[in-house]
């Protein structure tokens, strides 16, 4: 694909496939398509490295975190169950709602928790809200152990950012799925992998093997979850997508 911006013109013109389009530079379409390849381009160059959250690296875009954020205060979940811990930056970001909210514990699940990270979690100022646990987040010892952390009747909100194969995604569904409440999510995140098969960074095999098509086939076998963009709260543009590294991520239990 080629893509030209004229902005004398205000003209963006694309080339696809052997055809040719053109738009407002101005226009929503225009803001959408280079918003794509700006995703793309940045997660190759590892801008979603480039952030932390009360003194802890978040590995995440921050529109997405923003998001994330919208659905935690209208949910306002009793837990927030994420697997995937890295330097613990996300586990921080949402003890930190729970402690605004006045609400709320978090639950993090890794295969490997390294030591250095584990003692800058537990000297946290937040770290009374968060339980870690190490271990596979489809081991059934290690599900057992997260699920017995979440009291009967407690709402829950899952967040699944570990390893991002769609067996493993698929494997994870099924294993925390229970948990939801209804008007809570369970999340796929880093399908923006189905984007990046061709960028230098990427995967040839990630057009297919990512948590987009976990999370779609997931949602074919349970009829009580809907795949859903979660409806943003304040929206004076004219613009109805994300910006994100998680398209096709979010499963509301109805």
């Not at 514990?105 to 390294?114: F, K, L, T």
């Amino acid at each position: 694909m080629k893509i030209t911006i004229d902005s004398e013109l205000r003209r963006l013109t694309r080339e696809d496939g052997g055809r040719t389009t053109s738009c407002d530079l101005y226009s929503d379409e225009a803001f959408e398509i280079i918003s794509r390849e700006w995703v793309r381009i940045g997660w190759n160059q590892k801008y979603q490295y480039s952030f932390s959250w009360m003194g802890r690296p978040i590995i995440q875009l921050p529109e997405d975190m923003v998001r994330t954020q919208e659905v935690i205060h209208r949910v306002k979940p009793d837990v927030i169950l994420e697997t995937g811990i890295a330097h613990g930056g996300s586990l921080v970001y949402s003890a930190s709602l729970c402690k605004i909210l006045g609400k709320g514990r978090v639950i993090g699940v890794d295969i490997e928790i390294r030591p250095h990270n584990r003692k800058a979690i537990e000297e946290h100022p937040l770290a009374p809200l968060i339980t870690m646990i190490e271990g596979s987040s489809v081991d059934p010892a290690v599900v057992a152990k997260a699920k017995a952390l979440v009291k009967p009747g407690e709402a829950a909100l899952v967040i699944l950012d570990s390893n991002h194969t769609k067996a493993h995604v698929l494997a994870e569904l099924e294993a925390y799925h229970g948990l939801v409440t209804p008007g809570s999510y369970i999340v796929a995140t880093d399908g923006i992998m189905l984007d990046l098969a061709d960028v230098p960074r990427g995967g040839k095999d990630w057009a297919k093997d990512n948590p987009t098509a976990a999370a779609a086939e997931f949602a074919a076998k349970h009829p009580e979850f809907i795949l859903e963009q979660p409806a943003w709260p304040f929206n004076e543009s004219t613009l109805a997508e994300n910006i994100t590294h998680w398209p096709g991520a979010w499963l509301r239990r109805r």
